[in-house]
């Protein structure tokens, strides 16, 4: 009985606590043609997210710090890779 309670709390840990809940990253390929062009765009922005998350890791940023130097970096590569300046 001891070892069914402690393979169910083990189940419950790994299915509750998985990694598999963080967001994907999107397969432009794998929806539908027409929000291709969407898709595609969407994959730019987090490839652009995850590069500046590991220039933030390389830098040491620290915790309450991080969203700020995120979201700045990937809008300055943003204005560098389209040339548009957004409000």
Request: net charge positive; aromatic share 10%; hydrophobic share 45%.
């Amino acid at each position: 009985m001891k070892s069914f309670r402690y393979l169910s709390a083990v189940a419950a840990f790994s299915l509750f606590f998985q990694p598999s809940f963080a967001q994907k990253l999107v397969d432009p390929s794998a929806v539908a043609p027409e929000f291709r062009a969407a898709a595609e765009k969407r994959r730019a922005e987090q490839l652009r997210f995850i590069e500046c998350a590991k220039i933030a890791n390389d830098a040491k940023i620290l915790k309450r710090d991080r969203i700020a130097f995120i979201t700045g970096c990937a809008e300055s590569n943003n204005e560098a890779a389209t040339g548009v300046k957004q409000p």
